[in-house]
Nanobody, 115 residues
Framework: QVQLVESGGGLVQAGGSLRLSCTAS????????VNWYRQSPGKQRELVAT???????NYADSVKGRFTISRDIAENTVYLQMNSLKPEDTAVYYCNVKIYITNYWGQGTQVTVSS
């Protein structure tokens, strides 16, 4: 089974930046799309960004222009660069890969943005 591990979360002040990493146990990011989701207590999980196997990217309107998703295929790692962070970005962030009918999730990494 594919394992995904996120890292890079932490506490930052509004306007600051963080870079999240998602590393896979196998080489899969050259052939599969990767998603970043986030979830806050009492809210449904929200799709934040996607990078397709072809390298195309999509973003939620709330983060467009501030977040950038990218990948290093040789490193088996996908990144989420987050700039101009706002308190509303506070959430647990998860990376996700769907392989056929199975969704794989990382353990999540907490991002907290103080005002």
């Amino acid at each position: 089974q594919v394992q995904l591990v996120e890292s890079g979360g932490g506490l930052v002040q509004a306007g600051g930046s963080l870079r999240l990493s998602c590393t896979a146990s196998e080489r899969i990011f050259s052939t599969r799309a990767v998603n970043w989701y986030r979830q806050s207590p009492g809210k449904q999980r929200e799709l934040v960004a996607t990078i397709t196997s072809g390298g195309n990217t999509n973003y939620a309107d709330s983060v467009k222009g501030r977040f950038t998703i990218s990948r290093d295929i040789a490193e088996n790692t996908v990144y989420l660069q987050m700039n101009s962070l706002k308190p509303e970005d506070t959430a647990v962030y998860y990376c996700n890969v769907k392989i056929y009918i199975t969704n794989y999730w990382g353990q999540g990494t907490q991002v907290t943005v103080s005002s």
